[in-house]
């Protein structure tokens, strides 16, 4: 599904090069959430935005299911980023309406099948009481579930997010964890995140692309990069703790 091939990430302009990933090789297949692991500062949504083609690559390839034009990535990826929508007057059914866009003809009318796809995304997502809302009167997690059903309404079959639990509490940042794995395992989407959420990550992911830091990355299954030390390696800090078994980081 999503492929990427010796990809180099970072920053540049005319005379320096900040390279934060040297080169990066991983695939994220339908039914798959994978999941983008890091402390501050190691480039994760930084990765994640030149793959959604928002940043440009210093090296390398990005492909959606084949090589494809820039016109075309709207019809294979969605994305959701922390930026807020600015619209806050609009009705939460008409923000996921948004998401039919790539879709629809020059004047934007939604057919029947559209309104469909609208109705299985809103349901999903369980806002279907929200829908009259207006944007501006929503709950950190109430905005976020509608941000994923208007992703969800564009009907790729990638998604992309960037730290889709900030700013939410722990009971949200759960519910949030949840929805995206039954949209992976349950509705054959690949999902690629980025968190700072490592526990939540390591008991849903069935992939994670854990950066170290150091312009490397360590990709694996949460068993493997447990196991391998890898996890506890790269949060390793004084007073802190990595239970292996619970899966858990600890106060010492």
Same mark, same amino acid.
Request: net charge neutral.
């Given at each position: 599904?999503?492929?990427?091939?010796?990809?180099?990430?970072?920053?540049? #302009?005319?005379?320096? $090069? =900040?390279? %934060? /990933?040297?080169? *990066?090789?991983?695939?994220?297949?339908?039914?798959?959430?994978?999941? @983008?692991?890091?402390? #501050?500062?190691?480039? $994760? =949504?930084? %990765? /994640?935005?030149? *793959?959604?083609?928002?940043?440009?690559?210093?090296?390398?390839?990005? @492909?959606?299911?084949?090589?494809?034009?820039? $016109?075309?990535?709207?019809?294979?990826?969605?994305?959701?980023?922390?930026?807020?929508?600015?619209?806050?007057?609009?009705?939460?059914?008409?923000?996921?309406?948004?998401?039919?866009?790539?879709?629809?003809?020059?004047?934007?009318?939604?057919?029947?099948?559209?309104?469909?796809?609208?109705?299985?995304?809103?349901?999903?997502?369980?806002?279907?009481?929200?829908?009259?809302?207006?944007?501006?009167?929503?709950?950190?997690?109430?905005?976020?579930?509608?941000?994923?059903?208007?992703?969800?309404?564009?009907?790729?079959?990638?998604?992309?997010?960037?730290?889709?639990?900030?700013?939410?509490?722990?009971?949200?940042?759960?519910?949030?964890?949840?929805?995206?794995?039954?949209?992976?395992?349950?509705?054959?989407?690949?999902?690629?995140?980025?968190?700072?959420?490592?526990?939540?990550?390591?008991?849903?992911?069935?992939?994670?692309?854990?950066?170290?830091?150091?312009?490397?990355?360590?990709?694996?299954?949460?068993?493997?990069?447990?196991?391998?030390?890898?996890?506890?390696?790269?949060?390793?800090?004084?007073?802190?703790?990595?239970?292996?078994?619970?899966?858990?980081?600890?106060?010492?």
């Amino acid at each position: 599904m999503l492929e990427i091939t010796n990809l180099q990430t970072g920053f540049q #302009n005319k005379k320096d $090069k =900040t390279i %934060l /990933l040297e080169s *990066i090789n991983f695939q994220v297949a339908k039914g798959e959430l994978c999941i @983008i692991l890091g402390r #501050n500062g190691t480039g $994760k =949504t930084t %990765l /994640l935005r030149t *793959i959604a083609g928002l940043h440009p690559a210093l090296n390398g390839e990005v @492909i959606i299911e084949s090589k494809n034009s820039e $016109k075309q990535y709207s019809k294979k990826m969605a994305v959701v980023t922390t930026e807020r929508f600015r619209l806050s007057y609009f009705s939460v059914e008409d923000v996921i309406a948004l998401g039919r866009h790539p879709h629809t003809g020059y004047f934007g009318k939604l057919e029947e099948s559209d309104k469909t796809i609208i109705q299985k995304s809103i349901e999903l997502t369980n806002v279907n009481s929200l829908i009259h809302k207006p944007l501006g009167e929503l709950s950190d997690g109430e905005y976020q579930k509608v941000m994923i059903a208007r992703a969800l309404a564009q009907d790729t079959p990638l998604l992309l997010l960037d730290e889709p639990t900030a700013h939410l509490d722990l009971v949200n940042r759960i519910a949030i964890f949840q929805l995206l794995k039954k949209i992976s395992s349950k509705n054959n989407k690949a999902v690629l995140c980025t968190t700072h959420e490592v526990e939540l990550a390591l008991q849903t992911a069935d992939k994670i692309v854990l950066l170290d830091g150091q312009g490397k990355a360590h990709i694996g299954t949460p068993t493997d990069l447990i196991e391998q030390g890898h996890i506890e390696n790269a949060y390793a800090a004084e007073g802190i703790y990595f239970d292996k078994k619970l899966k858990q980081f600890l106060v010492l």
